[in-house]
């Protein structure tokens, strides 16, 4: 049974012509979005400030994490004419800065990185004064991959630990938590983009093990971190350990940032994108 959510986890209802004007270009140009395939409790409030988190290489993810609500399968082939729609989209939004994330793509021999490196640079060519953050998948952390993204030269890449080491191989499918960390490493030292990352709370972690993965990730370079409340998606995914209290959420930025961290956002509807703009 899933336990009634407190008052602060309330969610701001769709509404306002910007919402429905970002709703109606997503649907008409074929794209997809982590708001809605992640379920994201924050659409409302991004939509209705005419931003989203745009979701690229299909919407079926090869992994099956038991936090995320993103459909899982066999892809369909890869829409190579989706980088040019994206980036149009972007223009036609005049965005100032725009978060890209994506399934994972096991599928692919690369991972997907070659078609994160054209998005990238469609949407550059189209709008050249943009701000970008990437969200990416691992890659195996195999760093010719990785390269690509970074060759490519978007502001921020971030990849999510989401959760603390010894919750890792029971919440997430394939992806391990040293090879994120690894991932992350790679990014902090090619000099040319920042690192960043984040985790959900409420999986059944102790205070202890959110401040040690707050260390390793700043032993690998990373000084940008989002921490927020794990929501369950639906009954059939992994269950909600507790409902984290906007105070503890405090301590954990305050905390982060004594350690070193350069920006912590953390409270209970913070997301990978939420203020990503204030990151750049």
Not at 2 to 20: S, V
Not at 217 to 245: D, F, N, S
Request: proline share 6%; glycine share 6%.
């Amino acid at each position: 049974m899933m336990e009634r959510k407190p008052e602060w986890l309330k969610i701001a209802l769709p509404k306002g012509e910007q919402y429905f004007k970002t709703e109606e270009l997503v649907e008409t140009r074929h794209l997809h979005t982590i708001c809605v395939s992640g379920k994201c409790p924050n659409k409302a409030e991004c939509w209705g400030n005419g931003t989203a988190t745009f979701m690229i290489l299909g919407e079926i993810c090869t992994r099956s994490c038991k936090f995320c609500a993103t459909i899982t399968g066999r892809p369909h082939p890869v829409d190579w004419n989706e980088p040019q729609r994206l980036a149009d989209t972007i223009s036609n939004m005049k965005l100032k800065h725009c978060v890209i994330t994506s399934v994972d793509r096991d599928d692919l021999p690369d991972g997907g990185a070659d078609f994160w490196a054209k998005t990238i640079e469609c949407i550059k060519e189209k709008n050249p004064h943009i701000t970008i953050e990437t969200l990416i998948p691992d890659f195996d952390a195999k760093p010719e991959l990785i390269q690509k993204v970074i060759d490519a030269r978007p502001n921020i890449i971030s990849h999510n630990l989401e959760t603390v080491r010894r919750l890792t191989p029971l919440v997430r499918s394939r992806a391990k938590y040293d090879i994120s960390l690894k991932t992350i490493e790679i990014i902090s030292k090619s000099g040319t983009v920042r690192s960043k990352s984040g985790i959900m709370v409420g999986l059944g972690e102790t205070e202890e093990e959110v401040l040690q993965t707050m260390d390793d990730l700043l032993a690998v370079g990373c000084k940008i971190m989002t921490i927020g409340q794990y929501l369950q998606p639906t009954r059939k995914h992994y269950p909600v350990a507790e409902y984290v209290t906007p105070a503890q959420f405090a301590k954990y930025r305050e905390i982060g940032l004594k350690k070193g961290f350069r920006f912590v956002e953390s409270g209970p509807l913070v997301r990978s994108s939420y203020h990503a703009e204030k990151h750049v």
